[in-house]
Each structure stands twice: as C-alpha cells, then as structure tokens.
C-alpha cells in the first residue's frame, strides 16, 4: 500500500517569495506514478503533475516546479515568485493498487 | 464543458434521510471514483469502478451503495444518514492505460458535493 508525508501543514509566505512544498512517499511497487493537486478556496482539485518513477529529470512548468529524488522518496514541489492565485491546499499523491493515495495537505497562504 | 460534473454541489439533509449523488464524465475514461474528505481536509478513496464494475470498496459502510449504469456514470446513493457523513464527496475518473505498472492516467475531479447531516 503506498503512503505519503506532508509534514509541512500550513506554509505562509509573503508575495513574490518562493517557496517549496514537500512530499514524501512510501510504496512497495518498483515503478509507480506520483502526482500533484491543488485545491484551492473555491474547493475543487485541480491536476497539475503526474511523475513516473523511471523518469527523474526534474519538470518545470511556467512558475512550477517538482524535483523528484527516488533515491530519499521525495516529490517537492516549489512555486517561484509565488502569487495570491497560489493559496491553496496543495496534496501530493501516490498511485497504486488503481487509487490514489492523498497526504494530508499543505495549505499555503501567499500574503499580498 | 465541464468534464466532471457532479449533483448537486450543496446537499443539506436531516438525519434517516436517504440520499443520492449523481456524477458524470464526458472525458470517455473508463475509470470512475468516489472520494471523501472530511473537515480536516483528508481525501480517501471510497470506491473505484471500471467499465461498471466494482473495483475498490474501501471499508465503506453498506449504507453507502455505488451505481454504475455505464461508464459514464457513478451515482452514489447513501441511506439513513448519519451526522458522520458531513463531508465533501468527490468523483473523479481516469483511463486506464493497460500497462502493467501505473495503470491509470491521472484523474480528473468533479467540483464536489457538500453534504451536510443535520
């Protein structure tokens, strides 16, 4: 069964500052999917990455970017310049056994 | 057009109410789950059906029951209700790839029913 730790429970930063959000994750399958949400105020949950565990070239997407280091579990995810746009609950995922498996969440607050 | 849509988004009801959610997809997934999350923000899969079949039941009470008429389709309908089951309802779909590992493309989530037991 896969698990994961979001040990950072709510991140408040000041606008424009960057910051990173972590993700680590446990799982028996030898390749596997990890991914990202976003669920912001309005209360949806927004995909924003799908990472397979062959592949560890970091990805970046416009002011996204995730570092995954299969050798210490880790799928972070780090907003540069961050916006109000980017206050959110931000949730990592594992995939296995056909589910997805969330953590519990990091609520960032970005401070105008 | 909305790819996952739920009804409806806000549901208040007294408890013993029987109950039903209704979700759709237009993303032609052959995929389809139900997920809770509670106050504190903590989503857990509920069930998970592929091409109308029952795949995950994950330590649900049986007072919730899942419906697929086709693959478009997952409606969940919960009887006696219980203030317990205050929370936020998901669905989502996926597709699923076939490969032996990682077998689901990403899933998309519908916006969510509030349910709230009173």
């Known amino acids: 069964a896969q698990k994961v730790t979001q040990a950072q429970t709510e991140i408040s930063v000041v606008e424009k500052e960057d910051v990173t959000l972590d993700c680590v994750y446990e799982?028996?399958?030898?390749?596997?999917?990890l991914f990202w949400y976003k669920q912001p105020p309005s209360g949806e949950l927004v995909f924003l990455i799908r990472?397979?565990?062959?592949?560890?070239q970091n990805e970046i997407s416009g002011r996204y970017s995730w570092n995954f280091q299969k050798s210490t579990s880790s799928f972070n995810f780090t907003i540069t310049a961050s916006q109000v746009v980017d206050s959110a609950v931000y949730f990592c995922?594992?995939?296995?056994?056909?589910?997805?498996?969330f953590g519990t969440g990091t609520r960032l607050t970005i401070i105008p | 057009d909305t790819a996952v849509s739920q009804t409806p988004k806000y549901l208040v009801t007294q408890m013993g109410n029987d109950k039903s959610i209704k979700c759709e997809q237009n993303?032609?997934?052959?995929?389809m789950y139900w997920y809770k999350q509670d106050s504190k923000k903590f989503l857990k899969i509920m069930f998970s059906?592929?091409?109308?079949?029952?795949?995950i039941n994950e330590t649900v009470p049986n007072r919730f029951s899942p419906k697929s008429p086709d693959k478009a389709h997952l409606n969940l309908h919960i009887n006696s209700l219980e203030l317990g089951d205050s929370a936020v309802y998901f669905c989502?779909?996926?597709?699923?790839?076939?490969?032996?590992?990682?077998?689901?493309?990403?899933?998309?989530f519908g916006q969510g029913t509030r349910l709230t037991v009173v």
């Open positions: 059906y592929n091409n109308k079949e029952l795949i």
């Open positions: 989502a779909s996926s597709r699923r790839t076939g490969v032996l590992i990682g077998r689901n493309t990403e899933a998309f």
């Open positions: 993303l032609g997934h052959d995929t």
């Open positions: 990472r397979n565990s062959f592949d560890e």
């Open positions: 995922a594992p995939l296995g056994d056909e589910k997805l498996t």
């Open positions: 799982t028996r399958d030898t390749t596997y999917y």
